[in-house]
């Protein structure tokens, strides 16, 4: 079955704190991958994504994640968290190159970074 | 540029009634998708349309239903209303399917559907 895990359901950080979500997916092929964040009082917006090439990938705000595809697993880091990172965390999967946007998303991981 | 708007934002509604629930994409965006969010189950994908047409379906009973009007504003309608189908539905939209367009959904602010 298709399905994305996100094993930290709610993180608390101070700041300068590094961080790191863990995101594991089951997916039959090739795959895109996503992360989303939902600030409080806000939408969901996209903070990057990997579809091929270097599983390397950088988003917004300092945020970036690596694709292992032998351990089907998409982790969001970023070396040092702020108060403003304070937001709800999903990470999301589809099918690569497919002509869908329908999107498998995990349950979210609820960040709160103390001042 | 505005956003994805959906209306309403909040309602109520009781056992066995039905919901009409609209969203307006991005100028220019032909792609509109539906999930609903629940703290149990997180996100999870109702439809997807293009051009009018429902290009997926996620699994949800048929008592959910959707359309795509030819300006690509949507709506998607639950009849027969129970309690478990309190939730937030939210809308996104895009260029087009994901292999398409930079692979961003752009996401509205949801409308917040309470059955009692």
Known sequence: AQSVSQHNHHVILSEAASLELGCNYSYG?????????????????????????DPL?????????EFIKSKFSFNLRKPSVQWSDTAEYFCAVGPGGGATNKLIFG????????? | ??????????????????VTLSCSPISGHRSVSWYQQTPGQGLQFLFEYFSETQRNKGNFPGRF???????????MNVSTLELGDSALYLCASSYGPVAENTGELFFGEGSRLTVL
């Open chain 2, 65 to 75: 239903s959707g359309r795509q009007f030819s300006n690509s504003r949507s709506e």
């Open chain 1, 57 to 65: 990938v950088k988003g917004i705000k300092g945020f970036e994640a």
């Open chain 1, 29 to 53: 092929g090739t795959v895109n991958l996503f992360w989303y964040v939902q600030y409080p009082g806000q939408h969901l917006q996209l903070l990057l994504k990997y579809f091929s090439g």
């Open chain 2, 1 to 18: 540029k505005a956003g994805v708007t959906q209306t309403p934002r909040y309602l109520i509604k009781t056992r066995g009634q039905q």
């Open chain 1, 107 to 115: 349950t979210g991981t609820l960040l709160a970074v103390q001042p």
